[in-house]
């Protein structure tokens, strides 16, 4: 029996679960719904979001719309009559009535292991508070913040390399094909259901520009994971000689040790830039000078021509 479906989402994560459901003959996209194009770039050219870039190809019938809690998004979930929605990166709290669209309600796909990282911005808060095992998770979706019951999940373990971009990717890979296995399920009475519970829960809230900041004088780890969570967008950051400079890869600096004040540029080399932090060092690894692309932080040093003292921050 073919599941009807209607897939919210936005975001690049959103597009494995979106590019997987399309390619099982069983699951029917009936409507894919995602936010209108937003102005980008430098001629903040109206841009669309992935989700709708990668319908186009797929030949998915395409809804951009402010939400779906009103307006043309809730027409267009009316009208699709899906047997569930989907929603994978969407970033809106949905209604009970969309909730109940759906003979079989709404289904999330979220990038954490819940109750851990309920929110928006789970794969960056979990390298920011350096775990060291995140995951998916499949759930039931209520009128609360990922607070509905789990159907399924899936662990993965953290690389030490990995940076919000590659951890993202992966999980979003991982996901889509745990998501197309609930999905197809449906018909013969779904998974069993298991409430979340009160232990455990963290919230990750969508991080502002002031979370994106680097404080030298916190202990060299810390700096590192935050460069990692913000890395490849929209980037940790700093200032050089009172301009914004990006950090968009670095590593702590085990067997270094310096006298300097935390932010103190205390030498660079091949390898990069070393910068002093609270505790020990980082390598600062890669770079984005303002209005200039990334790249690697011994060709930044090379143009900077650094001058004895001088510090980031």
């Known amino acids: 029996m073919p599941v009807r479906l209607a897939f919210l989402g936005n975001d690049p994560w959103s597009v494995p679960a979106l590019e997987a459901i399309a390619g099982e003959p069983d699951l029917v996209v009936a409507a894919v719904v995602t936010n209108r194009p937003k102005p980008a770039g430098r001629g903040a050219k109206p841009t669309p979001t992935a989700v709708a870039r990668a319908a186009a190809p797929l030949q998915l019938p395409l809804v951009e719309a402010d939400g779906v809690t009103r307006g043309d998004g809730l027409i267009a979930l009316r009208e699709a009559a899906p047997d569930v929605v989907v929603v994978v990166a ?70 030490p390399d990995d940076d919000a971009g590659s951890l993202g990717a992966r999980l979003a890979k991982l996901g889509a094909r745990l998501l ?47 460069v990692r969570a913000f890395s490849p967008e929209p980037g940790a950051s700093t200032t050089h000689r009172g301009a914004p400079l990006k950090v968009l890869a670095a590593a702590v600096a085990v067997d270094a040790t310096t006298d300097g004040p935390p932010g103190a540029i205390v030498h660079s080399d091949a390898r990069g830039v070393l910068v ?38």
């Open 180 to 226: 197309v296995g609930v999905l197809r399920q449906l018909p013969d009475g779904g998974l069993p259901e298991r409430p979340q519970g009160d232990d455990g829960v963290t919230v990750a809230p969508r991080p502002g520009p002031a979370d994106r900041i680097l404080d030298w004088t916190r202990p060299a780890p810390e700096v590192v994971r935050r």
């Open 276 to 313: 002093a932090a609270g505790t020990h060092a980082v390598w600062v690894l890669e770079v984005a000078p303002a209005g200039r692309r990334r790249m690697a932080a011994a060709a930044w040093a090379n143009g900077a021509r650094f001058t004895p003292g001088e510090r980031l921050g």
């Open 90 to 159: 969407y970033g809106e709290l949905l209604s009970q009535e969309v909730l109940s669209i759906g003979r079989w309600g709404a289904i999330n796909l979220h990038l954490s292991l819940l109750p851990r990282w309920r929110g928006a911005a789970p794969v960056q808060h979990a390298l920011l508070a350096g775990d060291e095992v995140t995951g998916v998770t499949v759930m039931r979706m209520d009128e609360g913040l990922d607070t509905g019951p789990v159907l399924t999940a899936l662990e993965e373990a953290i690389r």
